[in-house]
């Protein structure tokens, strides 16, 4: 079974931290992304990644940062919390191959709270 | 500005009923349709999709259908059972499914009474 992995479920920052949020996957998958879902608004995309170092801006890109050093880890950087970025991260990964072509695998989530 | 309009944002039916779930697009370059259901504490999981080459999928009691000329689709659940509550995202992809981002709708909220 494909397993997506948040490092964190549950965070409480302060205003103007640096906050990490860690993803990692252990099919191999090349792409990988970060979701953030709020109540109302559904999953909307920040950033993802089709390769290793490679990035692209999602809907919501602003006041993020994304990192890809290795295949299978992609990490989410808020550079400077603010209470706007309190949500639900999540984290997913899909293959360009075999007959899950294109599904989206998820973790369970982070839950971020910025005081 | 959400490019996937969803409704209900939130449903009540009685065990045994049938959930309606929509979604209306803009996007006419949309060309494959996944459908994701969400557990308490749980991340996403696809349930069921389509391409706009065919009107209806069925999974089981999950049905899609599609209505291009309208650009809308719909998810029924037939016969719902208690197990069936849960959060439920409709998409769309305007690159089909190799590893493109998906728009979500804003996501509908299923309780089933038993």
């Known amino acids: 079974d494909v397993k997506v992995t948040q490092s964190s479920r549950y965070l409480v920052k302060r205003t103007g931290e640096k906050v990490f949020l860690e993803c990692v996957q252990d099919?191999?998958?090349?792409?990988m992304f970060w979701y953030r879902q709020d109540p109302g608004l559904g999953l909307r995309l920040i950033y993802f990644?089709?390769?290793?170092?490679?990035?692209e801006k999602g809907d919501i890109p602003e006041g993020y940062s994304v990192s890809r050093e290795k295949k299978e880890r992609f990490s989410l950087i808020l550079e400077s919390a603010s209470t706007n970025q309190t949500s639900m991260y999540l984290c997913?990964?899909?293959?360009?191959f075999g007959a899950g072509t294109g599904e989206l695998f998820f973790g369970e989530g982070s839950r971020l709270t910025v005081l | 500005q959400q490019q996937v309009k969803q409704s209900p944002q939130s449903l009540i039916v009685q065990k045994g009923g049938i959930s309606i779930i929509n979604c209306a697009y803009e996007?006419?370059?949309?060309?494959?349709f996944p459908w994701y259901q969400q557990f308490p504490g749980k991340g996403p999981a696809l349930l069921i999709a389509?391409?706009?080459?065919?009107s209806e999928k069925k999974e089981g009691r999950f049905t899609i259908s599609f209505n291009k000329s309208a650009k809308q689709f719909s998810l029924h659940i037939m016969d719902s059972q208690p197990g069936d509550s849960a959060t439920y995202f409709c998409?769309?992809?305007?690159?089909?499914?190799?590893?493109?981002?998906?728009?979500f709708g804003g996501g509908t909220r299923v309780l089933v009474k038993p």
């Open positions: 997913a990964s899909s293959s360009n």
């Open positions: 099919m191999d998958h090349e792409n």
């Open positions: 990644s089709y390769d290793v170092k490679m990035k």
């Open positions: 996007n006419t370059a949309f060309d494959y």
């Open positions: 389509i391409r706009p080459d065919v």
């Open positions: 998409a769309a992809d305007p690159h089909g499914a190799a590893g493109n981002k998906l728009t």
